[in-house]
């Protein structure tokens, strides 16, 4: 094999590894909010499941909050469900410096509630916690971009419905903010609100 048919696998290699994770497929559908600019310091939502899982098509779903950073590195939290699993399982998963990580940890009941959060913290360490929980830190700067969305990676998925309540950002004071970004959805997705911090996506 000539250098350049190495490197060029190597590239082809890199790529899959990168873009291969439950939240970073080539092709992906959100509903939710995400906030404009990258000046933010945390973001947290209380999610509700569905009574009954939903149908999946060719691919699974995932409910979450997450901070992205300029060179797209992130860490998020929530839950996912995916074909050959029993129900909504919690998760952390990030990607630092390139190098991604996932960890399940574990499940969240249907019709019930729990508050994820990823914030900057103290330590200078962006933290990921379910339920009040801190469940992992990594070093990813300082303010990023923050969002709390569903995703699905086909269109024949039925997304949730899943409810967000109490979202909120944190501001560059370190101040938690009701969140005031409409959210919005991806076609063939669909979003309801009461307000800005308190909406359904389907």
């Known amino acids: 094999m000539t250098k350049k048919w190495v490197?060029?696998?190597?590239?082809?290699?890199?790529?899959?590894?990168?873009?291969?994770?439950?939240?970073?497929?080539?092709?992906?559908?959100?509903?939710?909010?995400?906030?404009?600019?990258?000046?933010?310091?945390?973001?947290?939502?209380?999610?509700?499941?569905?009574?009954?899982?939903?149908?999946?098509?060719?691919?699974?779903?995932?409910?979450?909050?997450?901070?992205?950073?300029?060179?797209?590195?992130?860490?998020?939290?929530?839950?996912?469900?995916?074909?050959?699993?029993?129900?909504?399982?919690t998760y952390v998963e990030h990607t630092v410096n390139g190098a991604y990580g996932m960890q399940e940890i574990g499940t969240h009941l249907l019709s019930s509630s729990v508050k994820y959060m990823v914030q900057y913290g103290s330590d200078s360490k962006w933290h990921a916690y379910i339920g009040g929980y801190d469940k992992g830190s990594w070093s990813l700067g300082t303010n990023n971009n923050v969002q709390a969305n569903a995703e699905t990676h086909s269109t024949n998925t039925q997304m949730g419905p899943f409810q967000f309540t109490g979202v909120q950002y944190k501001n560059t004071n370190g101040v938690w903010k009701a969140n005031d970004t409409a959210p919005r959805a991806d076609s063939p997705y669909h979003v309801s609100k009461t307000d800005n911090s308190n909406y359904k996506v389907y």
């Open 7 to 89: 490197s060029l696998f190597s590239v082809i290699c890199t790529v899959f590894f990168l873009f291969g994770s439950s939240s970073t497929y080539a092709e992906s559908y959100y509903a939710g909010v995400t906030k404009p600019g990258s000046q933010y310091l945390g973001m947290t939502a209380t999610i509700t499941t569905p009574s009954k899982l939903p149908t999946l098509g060719t691919s699974g779903e995932s409910a979450w909050v997450t901070n992205v950073t300029p060179s797209r590195d992130w860490i998020q939290t929530g839950i996912r469900f995916y074909s050959g699993y029993p129900g909504f399982a």
